[in-house]
């Protein structure tokens, strides 16, 4: 029977594979869509949505997706379009890079976090200067 983290999660999107807790992977996991992990993976995750790490699941490898939960233990590197999220329960040794980061009370967190702007938007005195064609007046002496 399939674990839902919360409300929360179980809205974000359609899981389209599911690993059970009993299911042991080495080597490569790639899917365009959303991917729930309860088992050990040890290898590379890509998702082109996002990917639920569930309580029971073991994670050796980097983890890519458009948003990325964590309730489980991940040894590697996470890379996240939009979110990622560390529950209560979450274990994440490794470097983070994200738009958006939240980590409950209670999680376990060793590693850099990168979070970079999203756009730019210039401040007062960094807009881009403007040709008029218009010439200085020479200066008197």
Do not use: C, Y
């Not at 490898?61 to 990325?68: L, Q, S």
């Not at 979070?115 to 005195?125: D, L, V």
Request: proline share 3%; hydrophobic share 35%.
């Amino acid at each position: 029977m399939r674990k839902i983290f919360n409300q929360k999660e179980a809205q974000m999107a359609d899981v389209d594979t599911i690993i059970g807790s009993n299911v042991e992977i080495q080597g490569a996991l790639k899917n365009l869509g959303s991917i729930e992990i309860n088992g050990k993976v040890e290898g590379e995750i890509h998702s082109g949505e996002d990917v639920l790490i569930g309580e029971t699941a073991k994670i050796k490898g980097p983890v890519v997706a458009k948003n990325i939960t964590v309730a489980g233990e991940v040894n590697g590197t996470l890379e996240a379009q939009e979110k990622i999220e560390i529950v209560t329960t979450g274990r994440v040794f490794g470097d983070i890079s994200t738009k958006i980061l939240i980590i409950q009370q209670g999680a376990k967190f060793i590693g850099k976090s990168n979070m970079p702007e999203s756009e730019k938007k210039p401040h007062r005195g960094d807009e881009a200067m403007i040709d008029l064609g218009v010439e200085e007046a020479p200066k008197k002496r």
